[in-house]
């Protein structure tokens, strides 16, 4: 009786081991110097004149009972500010090549009312211009990022923009800046040479726009304490050949950069599919076109090593995101969407990508801020919500500015139908006062995956950790339940010197914070 108890319970522990050692994930973290950096700005975000985004979302209507500073929403900038956005670009997007910036300064009943042929035929009060945006960025302690005119605009026009906010000396533009209430330049640094050059930019050719490119970037001219960082309209997506053809021809011998743009959508661009509403199906197929971005920056970046092997200059993914039906009953050209689990694990896989790659990545922008697209914030009159997505930001700012830790590990697949992805990814940093911080996602809808981490170097004396997830993966947050979605504190970690073991569950993300 003795030795059949004692050989069933060998057994048991043989197969519990077994099964353990098949699912245990090792991910062996680096902590060897390697000088690179996760730029803040990989944080960055963009807010277009689009929709509901600038106009009743940033900036709203004087008479809405909420606290604003001017017309911009106080709770709106207290949220973002919560989460140290670094940077945010502006006028567009695709609007930015029909913008002229004239139409936007002086005292604002006299402005220029135009039309916003590109999203929904909107008038425009053009009451949110240049003042009002740097107004913005100064609110939100961040850096202003500039898409300039090329598709509409000329030389002479971004000549004379760049004059008004960067010239501290006398000239008719800056007598005219200071009439309209600003003493100072602003010193913008940050600047846009088009926006989507291929499409709504222009349909331009790359050999096209290289001369463009040339042509507009000469006169962008740096006045004494402005020095700019330009960044040339990039590809969309995999059209490498728009990167070679640009890097070739220009060698970006003045820019700070070029753009990329990807969007993952969950169907295709004919038929994407609701952002609550959805199976299995779409969660797959958004996740594995989120995952699909790193191919496009691994081969993006070959390709600039070619002409620029110093990686001096950066790979812009300055329009990124989940691209879902709006929400019904909504203008269609407003794109305005919710907000789900789903995305926030889109988020925090794509974030991950970015840190990864920070050799090269040094900006990337989330598509869109407030109530458009993969949005931070959605505002319905007074009410403002904070979506899943922005508590993957919050979470991952620590990540800011550290010094990058490589992390090494194969990941289980998260198989469905005859399909599949790696379940788990990650990256790691550790912050000016040593703290490494871990952020690690489990895609997998269904099961909890065992891993261990293995920091190389020192012992460490104690860990943190936060987790986001959900009942369901189609979870978000609504006027009527806030707060659905968001990080709660996560205990089942345990650290041994150097040696990390916890069990990620089922769609998840988690923020370990080790000392
Ligand atoms: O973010 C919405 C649009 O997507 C932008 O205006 C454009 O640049 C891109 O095609």
């Given at each position: 009786?003795?030795?059949?108890?004692?050989l069933?319970?060998?057994?048991l522990?043989?197969?519990?081991?077994k099964a353990?050692?098949?699912?245990?994930?090792?991910?062996?973290?680096?902590?060897?110097p390697?000088?690179?950096?996760?730029?803040?700005?990989?944080?960055g975000?963009?807010?277009?004149?689009?929709?509901r985004?600038?106009?009743?979302?940033?900036?709203?209507?004087s008479?809405?009972?909420v606290?604003?500073q001017?017309?911009?929403?106080?709770?709106?900038?207290?949220?973002?500010?919560?989460?140290?956005?670094?940077?945010?670009?502006?006028?567009?997007?695709?609007?930015?090549?029909?913008?002229?910036?004239r139409?936007?300064?002086?005292?604002r009943?006299?402005?220029?009312?135009t039309?916003?042929t590109?999203?929904?035929?909107?008038?425009d009060?053009n009451?949110f211009g240049?003042?009002?945006?740097?107004?913005?960025?100064?609110?939100?302690?961040?850096?202003?990022?500039i898409?300039?005119?090329?598709?509409?605009?000329?030389p002479?026009?971004?000549e004379?923009w760049?004059e008004?906010l960067?010239?501290?000396?006398?000239?008719?533009?800056?007598?005219?800046?200071?009439?309209?209430?600003?003493?100072?330049p602003?010193?913008?640094s940050?600047?846009?040479?088009?926006?989507?050059?291929?499409g709504?930019?222009?349909?331009?050719?790359?050999?096209?726009y290289s001369?463009?490119?040339?042509?507009?970037?000469?006169?962008?001219?740096?006045y004494?304490?402005?020095?700019?960082?330009?960044?040339?309209?990039?590809?969309?997506?995999?059209?490498?050949?728009?990167?070679?053809?640009?890097?070739?021809n220009?060698?970006?011998?003045?820019a700070?950069?070029?753009?990329?743009?990807?969007?993952?959508?969950?169907?295709?661009?004919?038929?994407?599919?609701?952002?609550t509403?959805?199976?299995?199906?779409?969660?797959?197929?958004?996740?594995?076109?989120?995952?699909?971005?790193?191919?496009?920056i691994?081969?993006?970046?070959?390709i600039?090593d070619?002409?620029?092997?110093?990686?001096?200059?950066?790979?812009?993914v300055?329009?990124?995101?989940i691209?879902?039906?709006?929400?019904?009953?909504?203008?269609?050209e407003?794109?305005?969407?919710?907000?789900?689990l789903?995305?926030?694990?889109?988020?925090?896989?794509?974030?991950?990508?970015?840190?990864?790659h920070?050799q090269?990545?040094?900006?990337?922008?989330?598509?869109?801020t407030?109530?458009?697209?993969?949005?931070l914030i959605l505002?319905?009159?007074?009410?403002?919500l904070?979506t899943?997505?922005?508590?993957?930001?919050?979470?991952?700012?620590s990540?800011?500015?550290?010094?990058?830790?490589?992390?090494?590990?194969?990941?289980?697949?998260y198989?469905?139908?005859?399909?599949?992805?790696?379940?788990?990814?990650?990256?790691?940093?550790?912050d000016?006062?040593?703290?490494v911080?871990?952020t690690?996602?489990?895609?997998?809808?269904g099961h909890?995956?065992p891993?261990s981490?293995n920091?190389?170097?020192?012992n460490?004396?104690?860990?943190?950790?936060?987790?986001?997830?959900?009942?369901r993966?189609?979870?978000?947050?609504?006027?009527?339940?806030?707060?659905?979605?968001?990080?709660?504190?996560?205990?089942?970690?345990?650290?041994?010197?150097?040696?990390?073991?916890?069990s990620?569950?089922?769609?998840?993300?988690?923020?370990?914070?080790?000392?």
């Amino acid at each position: 009786m003795k030795i059949r108890e004692l050989l069933c319970g060998s057994l048991l522990l043989l197969l519990a081991q077994k099964a353990f050692a098949q699912s245990n994930v090792v991910l062996q973290v680096s902590d060897d110097p390697n000088h690179s950096r996760i730029s803040r700005f990989i944080y960055g975000h963009f807010s277009e004149d689009l929709g509901r985004c600038i106009y009743d979302g940033f900036w709203v209507d004087s008479a809405l009972p909420v606290r604003k500073q001017d017309r911009i929403r106080v709770d709106v900038v207290e949220a973002l500010r919560r989460i140290h956005i670094p940077v945010l670009r502006w006028p567009g997007g695709c609007f930015a090549d029909q913008y002229h910036w004239r139409d936007g300064i002086g005292p604002r009943a006299s402005r220029t009312r135009t039309v916003n042929t590109t999203w929904g035929m909107v008038e425009d009060e053009n009451s949110f211009g240049t003042h009002e945006f740097l107004e913005l960025c100064d609110l939100l302690h961040c850096e202003p990022y500039i898409a300039s005119n090329v598709g509409t605009g000329s030389p002479q026009e971004m000549e004379a923009w760049l004059e008004y906010l960067n010239y501290n000396g006398n000239s008719a533009l800056t007598d005219l800046r200071r009439i309209n209430g600003h003493e100072k330049p602003w010193h913008v640094s940050f600047w846009g040479v088009g926006n989507e050059s291929w499409g709504c930019g222009g349909s331009m050719t790359p050999e096209h726009y290289s001369n463009e490119y040339k042509r507009f970037s000469e006169f962008a001219k740096e006045y004494p304490g402005s020095p700019l960082k330009l960044i040339a309209s990039g590809a969309n997506a995999d059209d490498y050949n728009w990167t070679d053809v640009l890097m070739k021809n220009t060698g970006l011998w003045n820019a700070w950069g070029i753009s990329m743009h990807y969007y993952t959508v969950a169907g295709s661009w004919d038929h994407k599919s609701s952002a609550t509403h959805f199976g299995e199906t779409e969660y797959f197929k958004a996740l594995k076109n989120c995952l699909h971005l790193e191919e496009l920056i691994n081969h993006h970046s070959a390709i600039m090593d070619v002409y620029d092997p110093g990686k001096k200059k950066a790979l812009v993914v300055d329009e990124w995101g989940i691209w879902t039906n709006v929400e019904p009953g909504t203008r269609p050209e407003f794109l305005y969407q919710q907000n789900s689990l789903r995305d926030a694990l889109i988020a925090a896989s794509t974030l991950n990508i970015f840190n990864n790659h920070c050799q090269r990545v040094k900006m990337a922008n989330l598509a869109q801020t407030v109530n458009v697209l993969q949005a931070l914030i959605l505002t319905d009159k007074e009410k403002m919500l904070l979506t899943p997505t922005y508590y993957v930001f919050d979470l991952y700012q620590s990540h800011q500015d550290a010094e990058w830790l490589p992390i090494q590990f194969s990941s289980p697949d998260y198989s469905f139908g005859n399909d599949k992805i790696p379940a788990i990814n990650a990256s790691a940093s550790r912050d000016s006062s040593g703290v490494v911080h871990i952020t690690v996602v489990n895609l997998d809808p269904g099961h909890a995956i065992p891993v261990s981490f293995n920091i190389t170097g020192k012992n460490y004396k104690s860990i943190k950790g936060q987790i986001l997830s959900s009942a369901r993966f189609t979870d978000i947050n609504s006027f009527d339940k806030p707060d659905q979605v968001i990080p709660r504190p996560f205990g089942d970690c345990h650290l041994e010197g150097n040696q990390i073991s916890m069990s990620i569950p089922a769609k998840s993300l988690i923020l370990l914070e080790i000392k």
